[in-house]
């Protein structure tokens, strides 16, 4: 059976392009039902669009509280029936609706080696903190903020004349393909999660 994804964005989407080149092979296992986020005009939508991806827009600010737009968000996204939801670089927190109508089934790709630097800057933490290793993980998401059991992590080293842009770049090259591998590993092998250790297979 092709798994359904739903993916998550809010900008570039290189990590969605990743998944769409894997989807491409039958064999991955998956196909991605749908590409949703949280703002227009985003580069994420463009490459769905152009890879006849059904896409869905919910911003924040056109619905009366917080709740109300997770509410929406949350039944736009169930109704596309998806074994796993995928947000990368998808920057809004999902509300209490969103986590109970996908338990254990929401992953995020988030460019740090968690708990370390989380949030919405990862690589310029990590780059003010003078760690060598940086890296990214991904995880299943709980109601905190990138706190959620880890799925996979990949390091990646820190260069002395690296950028902020430099080592997020280097970071990304590393995060697609740990994302593109774990994602295959989930859909084909399935998961568990015991006592915040995630078990593929
Ligand atoms: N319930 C959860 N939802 C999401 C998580 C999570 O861990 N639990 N991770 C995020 C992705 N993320 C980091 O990887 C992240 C995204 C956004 C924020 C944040 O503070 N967002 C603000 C608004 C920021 C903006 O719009 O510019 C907000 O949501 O109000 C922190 C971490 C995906 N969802
Ligand atoms: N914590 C939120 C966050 O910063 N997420 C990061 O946004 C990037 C999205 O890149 P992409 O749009 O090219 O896939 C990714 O590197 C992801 O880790």
Redesign the pocket.
Known sequence: MTAKLVV?V?GSGSNLQALIDACADPAYGAEIAAVGA?REGTFGIERAEKAGIPTFVHR?KDYPTRDAWDEALTAEVASHDPELVV?AG??????PR??AAFPGR?V???NSLLPAF???NGPGEALAAGVKLAGATL?I????????PIVAQCAVPVEDDDTVETLTERIKEAERAQLVASVGRMVRDGWKVEDRRVRLG
Do not use: A, Q
């Open positions: 998550l809010s949280d924040v947000s998808f920057l809004k927190l999902c509300g969103f986590l929401y995020n790709t988030h989380p949030g919405m995880f998401c709980d109601s905190g903020v990138d706190t959620g």
